[in-house]
């Protein structure tokens, strides 16, 4: 049996683009997944890119009987975990939901893999555990502060159990990988972000906006102390994210302990950048209001990339024109996401 990697949530965005990334790398990958925010077509559009197509398990990461199976059936040599759920807005509607799939789906994760002795694990962490801070760039030895919402409050709570769960065996060897705000598809134009309803983030809805599927984008506040007032963000294209995912992967094996990265670019765009960048990539214009600001947003935030880059000799490659135009091909050949 050759050694595997095991990719939990690995047909949604992220996990889709850094399940192509492992196969291509040569990886054997099994994806579990309870389809609860994705589409299985995702890893039939990745055997169209490269030829493979990945092992699948519908099923629930909380679902400890499950996991055991997995791990008996095949000898997984590092999880990469992604499953979980990530709308803000929606986090405080259902925060046990979050608190359910997000907290005690890791636990349940880390006790079935400590049971079959799998010890190696990355983790999709989140720019939020950085609350509001204002010391910009932001850098991994920033002290965390609580997010104001549960999504958030589910990501730092994971990072703070990972964290004892290394320091009380130092077998572990475990990745928090600090995400900035993932955007662009595949160059293929197959793969891509899928939301589920209205998108609450800012490139999806440009994009919708941009095929008419939208009216209009609100763009919240323009009173920031921003250089045009609006909300300042590091983006990062999902396939230099995914990248970010191989080199901590390797790292890792030759590491234990925790190690804390922030993939990001260290480079921040406003939402009047944004837009002005999709115009460009797109030839279409976009449809915009300014409205007032949206509660819990911070003005600005960007990364820090310097830790990523010495530990792993890992740096974002891609651009902002990169990143429009892929998020922009995706949608143009997929008006509706997955459902054709
Ligand atoms: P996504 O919703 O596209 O992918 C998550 C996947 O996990 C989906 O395919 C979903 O069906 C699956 N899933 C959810 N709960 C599950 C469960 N209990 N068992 C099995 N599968 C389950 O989201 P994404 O944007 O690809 O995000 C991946 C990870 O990265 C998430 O943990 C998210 O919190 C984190 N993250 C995302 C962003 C972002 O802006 N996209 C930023 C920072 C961190
Ligand atoms: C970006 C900018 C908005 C939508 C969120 C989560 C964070 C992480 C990434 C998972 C901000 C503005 C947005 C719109 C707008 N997710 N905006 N009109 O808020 O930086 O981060 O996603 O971990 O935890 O909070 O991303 O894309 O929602 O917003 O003006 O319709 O665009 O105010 O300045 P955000 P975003």
Same mark, same amino acid.
């Given at each position: ?122 983790? *999709? ?21 609580? /997010? ?5 409050? @589910? ?17 572990? @060897? ?9 955007? +662009?598809?595949?160059? *293929? ?34 009173? !920031? ?5 609006? +909300? ?11 990248? +970010? ?22 480079? +921040? ?12 990539? *797109? ?51 997929? /008006?509706?996401? !997955?459902?054709?």
């Amino acid at each position: 049996m050759n050694d595997k990697i095991l990719v939990t949530g690995g047909s949604g965005y992220i996990g889709s683009h850094t399940t192509l990334a492992l196969l291509q790398a040569g990886y054997d990958v099994v994806v579990l997944d309870n389809l609860s925010n994705s589409s299985a077509e995702s890893l039939e559009r990745l055997e169209c890119i490269c030829g493979i197509m990945p092992e699948f398990v519908k099923g629930d990461v909380r679902d400890r009987d499950l996991l055991d199976k997995i791990f008996t059936d095949h000898n997984i040599r590092a999880v990469l975990h992604f499953a979980g759920l990530k709308a803000v807005g929606e986090s405080t509607q259902q925060p046990l939901d979050y608190y359910s799939n997000n907290v005690l789906g890791t636990v349940t994760l880390c006790q079935a893999m400590a049971n079959a002795n799998v010890l190696n694990l990355v983790f *999709s962490s989140s720019a939020t555990v950085y609350g509001d801070t204002t010391q910009m760039p932001l850098r991994e030895d920033i002290p965390t502060s609580t /997010p104001t919402n549960p999504y958030g409050r @589910s990501k730092l709570m994971v990072e703070e159990i990972l964290q004892d769960l290394a320091k009380s065996d130092p077998r572990w @060897s475990i990745a928090l990988l600090r995400y900035f705000n993932p955007v +662009g598809a595949h160059q *293929s134009g197959l793969i891509g972000e899928d939301p589920n309803g209205p998108p609450n983030n800012l490139l999806p809805y440009i994009s919708q906006v941009a095929i008419g599927q939208l009216k209009q984008l609100s763009v919240f506040g323009s009173d !920031y102390p921003t250089q045009d007032g609006t +909300g300042v963000r590091d983006y990062i294209h999902v396939q230099d994210l995914a990248e +970010g995912h191989l080199s901590a992967l390797k790292a890792i094996s030759l590491k234990p302990g925790i190690n804390i990265w922030n993939l990001g670019t260290g480079i +921040g765009y406003s939402v009047l950048e944004m837009i002005r960048a999709f115009e460009l990539a *797109s030839g279409r214009t976009i449809s915009y209001c300014v409205v007032d600001r949206r509660a819990g947003d911070i003005a600005e935030c960007w990364a820090s990339a310097s830790k990523a880059e010495n530990d792993l000799g890992w740096t974002a490659k891609r651009g902002l024109t990169e990143m429009v135009s892929d998020a922009w091909r995706w949608q143009e050949k997929n /008006p509706n996401g !997955y459902r054709r």
